[in-house]
Structures are given as structure tokens and as C-alpha cells.
Antibody, heavy 116, light 107 residues
Framework: QVQLLESGPGLVKPSETLSLTCTVS????????WSWIRQPAGKGPEWIGR???????NYNPFLKSRVTMSLDTAKNQFSLKLKSVTAADTAVYYC??????????WGQGTVVTVSS | DIQMTQSPSTLSASVGDRVTITCRAS??????LAWYQQRPGKAPKLLMY???SLESGVPSRFSGSGSGTEFTLTISSLQPDDFATYYC?????????FGQGTRLEIK
């Protein structure tokens, strides 16, 4: 079955760029939307953005100025870049398959801490 | 953006109880609503989509209803595995939002 796995640095310095990759296994990245979602400790999830396999993107309006998503179909991966991070960006970051809007398959999540 | 408000924030119940969680949207979202269950340290798990459609593999004691701005998730007979946090999520437009969560705890 389809599985997702997030990877990337667990610690990012303030003002720098957070970069994460999600590797999709057990299925193709084509013909689906793929999302990034984050969850600060003790809070509800926050959707960051989604990307279709064609490259079309939609971003959370509150994060749009800092977010870039990209996709590598050859590697079956999609990526997130969030620039100019602050402590408020500290969270568990999840990637998820987006099927008709709902998130039906999630990665296990990766903790990202913003600190000097 | 569309605000999602869940109630209650915390719900205490016993095994075998029937419980209902409510989610209200700040504007009409038709039936573009999903429910998730999250256990500590784990990713959320999809339970319901399109307000009332049960995700494959999810026990039939879970059910969802509603449309427009008011929605409910009902668990007909609580099992020990069901004590977790539940989130609603709207996907009516291209700016998805979640509720703040309902923590279901053992009475």
C-alpha cells in the first residue's frame, strides 16, 4: 500500500529556510494532490499547501509569501520550502495524500524546531 | 478564511457510551468536511469524508452527518481504542482549515 515518509533537518535557525522532502512508496505520485500539514505541540493541524502531480499549487494564504512546493516525479518525491522561519514555525510537519480534498494517507511526521 | 469551531473541547465518557462531537463552519461548506482521529504521537487518521462517507477500514460505529455549516461525528458505542483527539477539516475551497480538536477522555 502507499506509504509516505518525511525527511529533512530537525533543527533550523531563525531567518533561514526550512526544507523537507516526502518520499512516496508503494504507488505513483502521478494523478493525485499532495499536501503539507503542520501541527505545533498541543494544537490542531494547519494546512500549508498542496500540489498536483502536474505542478499546480495552492498555498495557505497566511503562509503563501514564504512557501514553495515542488515535485520530482522521477524520484516519486515532493518537497516543501518555508523561508524566513521563526520560532512560530516549530511543529511536527506531515505530508499527506489529498484525495478529493481530504487527507487519506499521512506520513509519520517529522519534528522541526526553529532555534539558534 | 473559513473558521471551524468544534464542541466540546473535551468530552468525558465511558466504554459503551454513545457520543457526539459537533463542528460548525463560519460559512456554507456544503458537505466538504472530513473527520480525523489522532492518538498521541501519531499522525491523524481519516475517519469520514464528504461529511457522511466512512473511510475504508473504519469501524461502522463511527458515523457523520450534516451539511452547510453544522456537522456531527457520532460514535455509537465507545471502545477503548476510541479515546483520542478528533478534528474536523473543511475543504470547500482552496484554503483548507481544521477545527481546534475535541479530546475524548475516559470518565
Amino acid at each position: 500500500q502507499v506509504q509516505l515518509l518525511e525527511s529533512g533537518p530537525g533543527l533550523v535557525k531563525p531567518s533561514e529556510t526550512l526544507s523537507l522532502t516526502c518520499t512516496v512508496s508503494g504507488g505513483s505520485i502521478s494523478s493525485y494532490y499532495w499536501s503539507w500539514i503542520r501541527q505545533p505541540a498541543g494544537k490542531g493541524p494547519e494546512w500549508i499547501g498542496r500540489m498536483y502531480s502536474s505542478g499546480d499549487t495552492n498555498y495557505n494564504p497566511f503562509l503563501k509569501s514564504r512557501v514553495t512546493m515542488s515535485l520530482d516525479t522521477a524520484k516519486n518525491q515532493f518537497s516543501l520550502k518555508l523561508k524566513s522561519v521563526t520560532a512560530a514555525d516549530t511543529a511536527v510537519y506531515y505530508c499527506a495524500r489529498t484525495y478529493w480534498g481530504s487527507f487519506d494517507i499521512w506520513g509519520q511526521g517529522t519534528v522541526v524546531t526553529v532555534s539558534s | 478564511d473559513i473558521q471551524m469551531t468544534q464542541s466540546p473541547s473535551t468530552l468525558s465518557a465511558s466504554v459503551g457510551d454513545r457520543v457526539t462531537i459537533t463542528c460548525r463552519a463560519s460559512q456554507n461548506i456544503s458537505n466538504w468536511l472530513a473527520w480525523y482521529q489522532q492518538r498521541p504521537g501519531k499522525a491523524p487518521k481519516l475517519l469520514m469524508y464528504k461529511a457522511s462517507s466512512l473511510e475504508s477500514g473504519v469501524p461502522s460505529r463511527f458515523s457523520g452527518s450534516g451539511s452547510g455549516t453544522e456537522f456531527t461525528l457520532t460514535i455509537s458505542s465507545l471502545q477503548p481504542d476510541d479515546f483520542a483527539t478528533y478534528y474536523c477539516h473543511q475543504y470547500n475551497n482552496d484554503a483548507y482549515t481544521f477545527g481546534q480538536g475535541t479530546r475524548l477522555e475516559i470518565k
